[in-house]
């Protein structure tokens, strides 16, 4: 659907000096929250492309509501990566939400290996 040259991950200084801050912090690892974080995404993907299904009227606030969520969840997961600056594209969404599921999950595992939880 896409080059693969859409795809490329290879991101130097992935978020900038306004949001990084060192933090000291107990609970879950990040990497369970990553992971379902990355669940959520998905989900919000098939949501997204689900309401192509519904009758127009219906669709037109559904649609954007499901756009904007999952905009939030991939801006958040991109920060949990240290990945933030793929965000800074805003086309980026749209063509994410435009993707195959298998594609889109692709995408995600590129994320997962090349980003990092643990800064």
Known sequence: MFPEDDLDLDIRDSN???YRKTEERSGPPLS?????ARHSIEDLHGLFQATAEVPAVAREGLGRQAWAA???AVVAYLALQNMLSLANDNGVFD???AMRPKDFRKWLDGID???SVTG
């Open 16 to 18: 900038g000096p306004a």
């Open 32 to 36: 369970y929250v990553a992971e379902k």
């Open 70 to 72: 999952f905009r939030y």
């Open 95 to 97: 063509r994410l939400l």
């Open 113 to 115: 290996l090349e980003g």
